[in-house]
């Protein structure tokens, strides 16, 4: 029988543009392109994302804070609920490539991949 880690690691892996990678802490981290959408732990997950979202994700406790105090991210131990904050992640990687593109194409600066009104850049841009 498959273990939720297992499960969480073939579920994210197998979305258009994700690759894997050891993780320097060990586990395993999801990237699209260079950025990381996160990485699993032996229990737990560990996520990127701004503070807008950040408190968000904790207030509602779909999320808390990161296990280690690393600003810029949020933890989760493993259920069913990992795959969702992946999936949160995994579709602003996507919006952020279509903006960078979209700017490329059009000849415009390059610039962060958050609106300006956010109070923190995008931790992983």
């Known amino acids: ?21 050891p993780h320097r802490f060990g586990g395993v981290e999801f990237r699209v392109g260079k950025r990381e959408l996160g990485h699993l732990h032996e229990t737990w997950a560990d996520l990127p994302f701004t503070s807008r979202i950040r408190e968000m994700l904790v207030e509602t406790g779909r999320a808390e804070q990161h296990k280690f105090g690393v600003t810029g991210w949020v933890s989760r131990d493993f259920d069913d609920e990992v795959v969702e904050l992946f999936r949160l992640s995994y579709e602003r990687a996507r ?24 109070d923190d850049a995008d931790p992983v841009a």
């Open 1 to 21: 029988m498959e273990d939720i880690r297992e499960s969480i690691e073939r579920e994210v892996a197998s979305w258009d543009g994700v690759t894997t990678h």
């Open 95 to 118: 919006v952020a490539q279509k903006v960078r593109a979209s700017r490329d194409q059009l000849g415009e600066a390059s610039g962060p991949d958050v609106p300006a009104g956010d």
